[in-house]
């Protein structure tokens, strides 16, 4: 081997060490943190839907589904509609969901209330 081959292959060597401790430096800053069993529950409660028929019983499921939101949401309510309800959402590693409701015909006169948790 010669010299200039083996300094080639140094310098690969250093740029190589350094890019895997780059990369495990970094990696480092973007922790996940765990969801909490509290959380847990909130997201369960929120992934069954709700069928409603149009009226007053929309009307009063709609207005416990925005109830219900602003009390489990650590994220106040961004958007309000008759058929849309959406919170701010988490900063990176926050184990607290944002929430999305949606009022969708299901037919015959029924909605379908959904809620997704993320």
């Known amino acids: 081997m010669n010299v200039l081959t083996a300094g080639i292959i140094r310098s690969t060597m250093r740029v ?8 495990a430096l970094s990696s480092g800053c973007t922790s996940f943190t765990p969801v909490t069993p509290e959380e847990a529950a909130i ?37 309000q509609t008759d058929f849309l309800i959406e919170t701010d959402g988490p900063g990176l590693a926050s184990p607290r969901s944002a929430f999305t409701v949606n009022r969708k015909p299901f037919g015959n006169g029924q909605y379908k209330i959904s809620i997704k948790s993320a």
């Open 16 to 23: 190589s060490l350094l890019l895997v401790f780059v990369f």
């Open 43 to 79: 997201q369960q409660d929120a992934a069954r839907p709700v069928i409603c028929r149009d009226g007053e019983d929309c009307r009063q499921k709609w207005a416990r589904a925005v109830s219900w939101v602003s009390q489990v949401s650590t994220w106040k309510i961004q958007s």
